[in-house]
T-cell receptor, first 111, second 112 residues
Framework: EADIYQTPRYLVIGTGKKITLECSQT?????MYWYQQDPGMELHLIHY???????EKGDLSSESTVSRIRTEHFPLTLESARPSHTSQYLC??????????FGEGSRLTVL | GENVEQHPSTLSVQEGDSAVIKCTYS??????FPWYKQELGKRPQLIID?????GEKKDQRIAVTLNKTAKHFSLHITETQPEDSAVYFC???????????FGAGTRLFVKA
């Protein structure tokens, strides 16, 4: 079934660790996005990509980085996690029509 | 850049009543205005959208209106039901659907 998948769904990690949140979509969308959201609160765009080898920073400053080597894959990496990074990270993808399809999210807790 | 303001932040209605959520946007180049519903612990999902060449769109109990001159758009839910309880986000994006910017969300409670 065409969908967008995120792993891990939940992650508890210590300060200073490197983490990568995985996002893959099987819908053939060119555009992919990462949003940061505290549960039920605002959605803040932190990264987006128009296609392979294209990445841009969003409107909310983030210490994370992203890569887009394959159309279907858009991982997000934090080199050194801190408690301030504790949040939910939502990956999304879209066609040119604009509708966003979201993954189920990765809930990160940094101790 | 685009800025989207959404009101109210919380809305409580009695089952069967109507609910209205309002949003304003700043970038006159925006031409696509979706509304997403996020139930507790779930991912946001599109419930209705409107493009700038249309003033109103309806889908069963849900309708959206757009006033391009005033740069505001609204979501109307009629005959509300308890399952309508969720957080609703309005959004705006420029042509091509790049960089969708969201409002802060409205938490809707429908009391049975």
């Amino acid at each position: 079934e065409a969908d967008i998948y995120q792993t891990p769904r939940y992650l508890v990690i210590g300060t200073g660790k490197k983490i990568t949140l995985e996002c893959s979509q099987t819908m053939g969308h060119d555009k992919m996005y990462w949003y940061q959201q505290d549960p039920g609160m605002e959605l803040h765009l932190i990264h987006y990509s128009y296609g392979v080898n294209s990445t841009e920073k969003g409107d909310l400053s983030s210490e994370s980085t992203v890569s887009r080597i394959r159309t279907e894959h858009f991982p997000l990496t934090l080199e050194s996690a801190r408690p301030s990074h504790t949040s939910q990270y939502l990956c999304a993808s879209s066609w040119n029509t604009g509708e966003l399809f979201f993954g189920e999210g990765s809930r990160l807790t940094v101790l | 850049g685009e800025n989207v303001e959404q009101h109210p932040s919380t809305l409580s209605v009695q089952e069967g009543d109507s609910a209205v959520i309002k949003c304003t946007y700043s970038d006159s180049a925006s031409n696509y205005f979706p509304w997403y519903k996020q139930e507790l612990g779930k991912r946001p999902q599109l419930i209705i959208d409107i493009r700038s060449n249309v003033g109103e769109k309806k889908d069963q109990r849900i309708a959206v209106t757009l006033n391009k001159t005033a740069k505001h758009f609204s979501l109307h839910i009629t005959e509300t039901q308890p399952e309508d309880s969720a957080v609703y986000f309005c959004a705006a994006s420029i042509p091509g659907g790049f960089k969708t910017i969201f409002g802060a969300g409205t938490r809707l409670f429908v009391k049975a």
